[in-house]
């Protein structure tokens, strides 16, 4: 099966490492999504595999083919940049011609194209059209079409949706990730944005200082983070303090509550670490049970869809979310009980 697939990546800027001993594996057909803050390596290592910036060390192998040394135009890549960098003098069907024109495609077979990917993102009768004529969400679909025209064997997106308004960004993510699925490409997307990388990835790779942390299915990593960093960059988690106590407990809040041994093994007997709970998994209650913790309800926020609780627990903040038909009758300043599915919870190492 074709893979694209990187190993002991580095790259230098000076006596900056932008990228530190990087290897994956990315099989055939897959949506992938780099995840990880501004500075983390992923739009470096975006450019690397497209061929735009060159690796101080390491090699990225496609279809068992090295790729390095291999400019750009030979790597059979799509690439839509963050910026678009769609051309304003030409109409919609010259911008997405053009990789098409550069190749010596004859102007009939261009044309056939064009009108077969304007169907395709689902733009049809837009051709004479300039870009100024567009709105963003059309202009994004032309870099789209642009990208697709050579019929790539890898497509990359460099924070193709973040210039969108929320309501927008989140079509388009639907729309990129059925696309995705109907065509069957090896994607590539860079992001930021944990819920777009919930969205639309099959496999969720979490970087941080040049680094990846964990790289797994979506629900993988919000049910199992590596760490607390990971846990709290996909997805809203509650942090806490905790030590483990024995193989199936450990204690927070001064209480010890039960732990599958498996969810706590990052940490061994006797020693600090964090543990991530989901505020799903956080349950308020209006009387404080024996073995309950006891907090104070400090804010409230109604979503519409959801409705969030934080409620303090000594010196920390717990954050409780419940849909409205369950929504708890507590009001801000009460006394209230708390309790943990602690089965889904999981520790890591401080």
């Known amino acids: ?34 995840l990880g803050p501004s500075g983390c390596g992923k739009t470096t290592l975006l450019r690397i595999i497209a061929g735009l910036e060159v690796p101080t060390a390491g090699r990225i192998m496609f279809d068992n083919v090295e790729l390095s040394g291999l400019p750009v135009h030979n790597r059979n890549i799509g690439m839509v940049f963050q910026s678009l960098a769609l051309f304003p003098h030409l109409t919609v069907a010259e911008n997405i011609a053009y ?59 460099d924070e193709p949706l973040s210039a969108l308004d929320t309501l927008l960004r989140e079509q388009m993510q639907v729309e990129l990730r059925l ?30 200082r040049g680094r990846i942390l964990q790289s797994a299915p979506p629900v993988e990593i919000y049910r199992n983070p590596v760490n607390s960093f990971v846990a709290s960059f996909i997805g809203t988690t509650n942090l806490l303090s905790c030590r483990r106590v024995s193989d199936n407990a450990v204690e927070v809040f001064g209480n010890s509550i ?25 349950v308020l209650k209006h009387n404080v049970g024996d073995d309950d913790f006891k907090g104070i309800v400090e804010f409230i926020r109604d979503l519409g869809a959801s409705i969030e609780i934080s409620v303090r627990v000594q010196e920390q903040t717990v954050l ?10 507590v009001e801000i300043g009460q006394s209230v009980g708390i309790s943990f599915h602690s089965s889904r919870a999981v520790v890591t190492a401080q």
Do not use: W
Not at 259 to 278: C, D, F, K, Q, Y
Not at 320 to 329: A, D, E, F, M
């Open 258 to 282: 039960v732990i599958p041994n498996e969810r706590a093994s990052a940490i061994s007997v006797g020693t600090e670490g964090t543990l991530n709970i989901r505020p799903e998994d956080v």
């Open 1 to 34: 099966m074709t893979s694209l697939r990187g190993e002991g990546l580095f790259k230098n800027y000076g006596s900056v490492v932008a990228i530190d001993d990087v290897r994956f594996d990315f099989p055939e057909g897959k949506f992938v999504c780099l």
């Open 99 to 157: 990789p098409l024109r550069i190749r010596g495609i004859d102007r009939t077979d261009r044309n056939i194209r064009v009108d077969e990917l304007l169907e395709l993102v689902k733009l049809p009768g837009v051709q004479e059209r300039r870009i100024h004529q567009l709105s963003g969400g059309q202009r994004q679909r032309v870099a789209i079409a642009r990208a697709l025209a050579i019929e790539p064997a890898l497509f990359l997106l």
């Open 179 to 208: 696309l995705q699925q109907r065509l069957g490409i090896t994607t590539i997307v860079v992001t930021h944005d944990q819920r777009e990388a919930m969205t639309m990835a099959d496999l969720v790779v979490v970087m941080d």
């Open 320 to 329: 409780s979310v419940s849909t409205p038909k369950n929504r708890p009758q």
